[in-house]
T-cell receptor, first 118, second 112 residues
Framework: ETGVTQTPRHLVMGMTNKKSLKCEQH?????MYWYKQSAKKPLELMFV???????ENNSVPSRFSPECPNSSHLFLHLHTLQPEDSALYLC?????????????????FGAGSRLTVL | GIQVEQSPPDLILQEGANSTLRCNFS?????LQWFHQNPWGQLINLFY???GTKQNGRLSATTVATERYSLLYISSSQTTDSGVYFC??????????????FGKGTKLSVIP
């Protein structure tokens, strides 16, 4: 148990479905991340929220929609996905340094949500 | 963007053997982390090591920032060490960008 919990752990959905992935962190961190891990590819950063504000959006298709209602919760809403979106989706959190502050982003990951799009 | 290369891509060890994994990066960094991903997908942070040497049990890591590489040492390997080891870095010039760039990983298999 890392302190970052992801649900569901496995999800199978059709291309016309709408589903959501949930992430909750119990570490008191101020930043949360969504990463995508596909077979044979490095981890790709999708979204970053710092203090509940989105600070990074790495050219992710609009069929992925993040939501961060508070500093402990992060969602990834999925709609009209494609089979190539099948992957392991990893949530992470960190105590990121505020502008001008000391420290570094040391990530703690959840166990991941394995998504299969049929 | 910054390039992160890990070697070897695959490694098979007999239980009890030692190994060294390498991470080369193409630019100055202020953040370097090593992770272990188990066969079920869970990523565990092993070290935050932008420079210097750290040890944690059978694992140790050394980063030589001026020469742009980091090494992860695994001694007396156990079957539970199997999985993929990732190196991730953040550009020194990109401090505060939240952009950790991951390498492709080294897949380690420890056989009894």
């Amino acid at each position: 148990e890392t302190g970052v919990t992801q649900t569901p752990r496995h999800l199978v959905m059709g291309m016309t479905n709408k589903k959501s992935l949930k992430c909750e962190q119990h570490l008191g961190h101020n930043a949360m991340y969504w990463y995508k891990q596909s077979a044979k590819k490095p981890l790709e950063l999708m979204f970053v929220y710092s203090l509940e504000e989105r600070v990074e959006n790495n050219s992710v298709p609009s069929r992925f929609s993040p939501e961060c209602p508070n500093s402990s919760h992060l969602f990834l809403h999925l709609h009209t996905l494609q089979p190539e979106d099948s992957a392991l989706y990893l949530c992470a959190s960190s105590q990121a340094p505020i502008a001008g502050g000391l420290g570094a982003n040391v990530l703690t990951f959840g166990a991941g949500s394995r998504l299969t799009v049929l | 963007g910054i390039q992160v290369e890990q070697s070897p891509p695959d490694l098979i060890l007999q239980e009890g053997a030692n190994s060294t994994l390498r991470c080369n990066f193409s630019d100055s960094v202020n953040n370097l982390q090593w992770f272990h991903q188990n066969p079920w997908g869970q990523l565990i942070n092993l070290f935050y090591i932008p420079s210097g040497t750290k040890q944690n049990g059978r694992l140790s890591a050394t980063t030589v920032a001026t020469e742009r590489y980091s090494l992860l040492y695994i001694s007396s390997s156990q079957t539970t060490d199997s999985g993929v080891y990732f190196c991730a870095v953040e550009l020194a010039s990109g401090a505060g960008s939240y952009q950790l760039t991951f390498g492709k990983g080294t897949k380690l298999s420890v056989i009894p």
